[in-house]
């Protein structure tokens, strides 16, 4: 679509520090930086309606980071982060059994006591209310579209969408333009995958082309469940069914606060088979004996998704370009083994916000915080990466059995002795570039779901309460239009119908007896931003881009 060309100028406002994304990362910094100097003026602007709207995690939260921003955390009556770990639970599943295997043989790194289980979204409101009290500014429902430069191609600020635009890219009644938002540095700290973030990255050549990023997309959902099956601060983590070869992940359930249970699947996206859907192996999950016991007699409340950066400390990019930088799950530093990230969002964006004050004290703007790039490898953040970063590479050369523990034994000796018998292995081709032709695998068949533990996409979209203006642009784009019919149909099934979580996109035909007359349809309603299907393409066609601000999924504390 091209923008209308008698559109009013934009007004713009002048900030030292522009934030994208007010989740862990981006809130970390904001706070950070006024408590290094209020004086230092601050904006975090947020797609979604309310602060946490857009925010999806297990979560079992490593406190490292909250400790360091808010050492008080623990005392604050107002934080919702309530419920320690009490029981760490490990099972191998088949079909029918589940094996629980020990702790003791388990790399202590992958421990969760002292760990706090809750809603990262909760998490994230509270430390919103912290900014706002400190004096950062911050605006939910603002999409951040563009990134501004100056003259030199440094990034000056960025430009919020417009509201209010049709879907014949006309402007409507009650339009209002967007707007510039300029500072001296702008942090980009929108998530894994993020819009900005992958601009910058292409723009700047961010990204080492022997180790690309690596994604997971984790789907969750949030259950009450009667009181005689809770067990408050239990972690159980299984590996094995539903997923068989050539796929891999993993499970969590997390029992907290009263009587809550989060429920989540995570499928690694270099998965071969273009038949396989996140979503059903998720459902179907959900009906082996050991899970459905425990959710049996309960009631769903919500559902989601997201897609999670997992490439771990060799798929780092850089984090820096001439006046911006990288943090959170932006830059990928999301412990794969351990599945946790908001700790090192926070740490990330503490950091960041440390390299900003110095530079702003020294009279700096718009240049490259090499300081911030400089630093990440030799902190917490990494030496948690670190001893963890051939896990991914493992499992997905050997599969699962041997994978897994040979991932094991390389995590033990980098505990003790600080090395690696493999190096550091590079993480192989981009999620995109691993299907295989239709024609060279065996489809999978998924059972009904149950309406009982397991469900459809059309009632999960329901209760992940996703909602936005219908009446305008399309914000998945298609590069070449034709390219889901005449390429992706005949050599991959159109994954795309299968991979979103959701069932944005169909395959409908003019008859459905003959498969006649194909057509290729984007429900872009029921997108809850996973941006499964801008990582997943085998083509590369589809752009995931903003929908208009507060447009999304609402998740009540997710």
Request: aromatic share 8%; proline share 7%; hydrophobic share 40%.
């Amino acid at each position: 679509m091209t923008e209308p060309v008698d559109l009013p100028a934009r007004e713009s406002m002048e900030y030292d520090v522009v934030v994208v994304g007010a989740g862990p990362a981006g809130l970390a910094a904001a706070i950070r930086l006024k408590l290094l100097d209020p004086e230092i003026s601050i904006v975090v602007v947020e797609k979604g309606s309310v602060v946490g709207a857009h925010i999806l995690s297990g979560a079992v939260i490593d406190p490292i980071g909250l400790d360091r921003l808010a050492p008080d955390w623990r005392t604050d009556p107002e934080c919702p982060l309530k419920t320690r770990v009490t029981d760490d639970r490990f099972y191998y599943l088949t079909q029918t059994r589940s094996m629980r295997l020990p702790n003791w043989p388990m790399p202590r790194l992958m421990s969760n006591h002292g760990n706090f289980i809750g809603s990262l979204g909760a998490l994230t409101r509270w430390l919103g209310a912290r900014a706002e009290g400190l004096g950062v500014e911050i605006y939910p429902g603002f999409a951040a579209t563009e990134l501004l430069l100056g003259e030199k191609g440094e990034v000056v600020g960025i430009a919020t969408g417009d509201m209010g635009i049709g879907r014949d890219g006309k402007p409507k009644p009650g339009f209002t333009r967007g707007m510039e938002l300029r500072g001296k540095y702008v942090l980009l700290a929108e998530g894994a995958r993020g819009s900005l973030s992958k601009q910058a990255i292409a723009r700047y050549k961010l990204e080492s082309p022997d180790s690309p990023q690596k994604y997971g997309i984790g789907l969750k959902e949030l259950w009450q469940i009667p009181a005689e099956k809770f067990s408050p601060g239990v972690v159980q983590h299984t590996f094995g069914w539903p997923l068989s070869g050539g796929s891999s992940g993993g499970s969590f359930l997390y029992h907290y606060d009263d009587r809550l249970v989060s429920v989540g699947f995570v499928v690694h996206l270099n998965y071969k088979n273009p038949t396989l859907s996140p979503f059903d192996e998720f459902q179907q999950f959900k009906t082996h004996p050991l899970i459905r016991q425990t959710l049996t007699g309960g009631k769903r409340l919500a559902y989601g998704a997201r897609a999670i950066a997992s490439g771990g400390w060799q798929s780092v990019p850089k984090l820096v370009f001439p006046g911006g930088a990288l943090i959170g799950c932006a830059a990928g530093f999301v412990n794969f083994a351990r599945i946790k990230g908001s700790h090192n969002a926070i740490l990330s964006g503490m950091l960041a916000a440390d390299k900003i004050q110095e530079a702003l004290r020294d009279g700096r703007a718009h240049d490259e915080l090499t300081a911030y790039d400089d630093a990440w490898r030799g902190s917490d953040i990494g030496a948690d990466l670190y001893k963890v970063r051939n896990v991914k590479s493992l499992w997905s050369k050997f599969g699962l059995a041997l994978g897994v523990s040979l991932g094991g034994l390389d995590m033990w000796t980098n505990e003790l002795f600080g090395l690696s018998m493999f190096g550091t292995l590079k993480q192989g081709n981009a999620d995109y570039a691993t299907l295989k032709p239709i024609s060279e695998v065996t489809p999978i068949s998924y059972p009904k779901p149950d309406g009982v533990v397991s469900f459809d996409k059309t009632t999960s979209v329901f209760v992940s309460n996703t909602n936005h203006e219908e009446d305008q642009p399309v914000h998945l784009r298609l590069i070449d239009p034709n390219v889901p019919i005449r390429v992706n149909l005949p050599r991959y099934g159109e994954p795309a119908r299968l991979y979103c979580p959701v069932g944005v996109y169909e395959v409908v035909y003019a008859d459905e007896k003959s498969l006649a007359d194909p057509r290729f349809v984007i429900n872009a309603q029921n997108c809850v931003h996973c941006k499964t299907c801008d990582i997943k393409d085998p083509a590369q066609n589809i752009i995931w881009t903003p929908p208009e601000g507060g447009g999304g999924p609402n998740y009540p504390d997710m």
